[in-house]
């Protein structure tokens, strides 16, 4: 077994705890019309929930959690990326790990966790400013785009 192989795994528990807990537990909380949405990968990116749960009540830890599964639960739907665990951040002399999303034959890695932390770090520096948060559900959009031109062709 590769060194990659031992990281995938040993990682690879994380994201199925996520997948198993939190996604449900995040899905639960919508309507049935957004549910659906975001379990069928329908329509655009559900910026609007995301920027409720980001404005909500939950505390930060769950915030992420719950915007974490929604916009990977509807990316992996609409187009052909899967939950994977792997870098979000790091320096030197470490690396952090964390949930993200996998292009297929890994040409790609999103690191979503970080980008859903960079959301409300955003928010909290300047309530009136959405950039993040926009600039995730533009390349989510076009990674859906792309995916639908292919099932198309």
Wanted: no cysteine; proline share 4%; hydrophobic share 35%.
């Amino acid at each position: 077994m590769t060194f990659l192989q031992r990281y995938e795994d040993f990682y690879g528990q994380y994201r199925q705890k996520f997948e198993d807990t939190e996604v449900p537990k995040a899905l639960a909380t919508l309507s049935a019309d957004a549910r659906r949405r975001v379990e069928n990968g329908e329509g655009e990116f559900p910026i609007e929930l995301l920027a409720e749960v980001r404005d909500g009540e939950l505390e930060e830890k769950q915030k992420i959690a719950t915007m974490t599964a929604i916009a990977g639960t509807w990316s992996n739907a609409a187009s052909d990326t899967y939950w994977h665990a792997g870098p979000v951040g790091g320096d030197a002399f470490s690396e952090r790990v964390g949930i993200g999303l996998m292009h297929p034959g890994g040409r790609a890695f999103t690191p979503l966790l970080k980008r859903i932390e960079v959301i409300l770090d955003e928010s909290a520096e300047s309530p009136s400013e959405n950039d993040a948060l926009e600039v995730l559900a533009f390349l989510l959009n076009l990674d859906a785009q792309e995916s639908r031109k292919k099932g198309e062709s």
